[in-house]
């Protein structure tokens, strides 16, 4: 079963743990023009016009993952946080990182851009940046 925590819960692990990393799987044009975590890797589970799941998703994440971590031997070990626009993606690829292998994959279910209000709109209920914490664009 995945863990799931909400965003200022995976800030305050990612500021006390060296072996955890923030993963964003959004797609590029969302990663790009909405804005980002500082410090996130980005690894789009989905890109437009098709959204389809990228059949190259486990060994992006895998490269980008050695990158960051060189000494890490065992890479399954790494508590990998992971993010999207509302939890939905997210979950999804926390999913198939567990199904290969992944011993440490942790949701985080209100995303970047939170849970809709009652207009429709995100970013104003919860949410990586409703929450204030360290993010930029371009």
């Known amino acids: 079963m995945i863990k799931e925590i909400n965003s200022t819960e995976a800030y305050s692990i990612l500021q006390k743990s060296e072996n955890a990393v923030l993963v964003d799987v959004r797609s590029t044009m969302e990663h790009e023009y909405v804005g980002h975590p500082l410090n996130a890797i980005h690894v789009p589970i989905k890109e437009p016009p098709g959204w389809e799941i990228r059949v190259d998703f486990i060994n992006n994440v895998k490269s980008e993952l ?7 031997q065992n890479l399954s070990e790494i508590h990998i946080l992971l993010l999207c626009r509302s939890g939905k993606r997210s979950e999804q690829a926390a999913l198939m990182l567990e199904s290969a ?3 440490n994959t942790i949701n985080i279910t209100d995303g970047f851009e939170g849970d ?3 207009n429709g709109h995100r970013s ?3 949410g990586w940046r409703f929450n204030k914490l360290p993010w930029e664009q371009g």
């Open 66 to 72: 050695a990158k960051k971590f060189p000494n890490i």
């Open 101 to 103: 292998g992944y011993k």
């Open 116 to 118: 809709k209000d009652v």
């Open 124 to 126: 104003v209920i919860n």
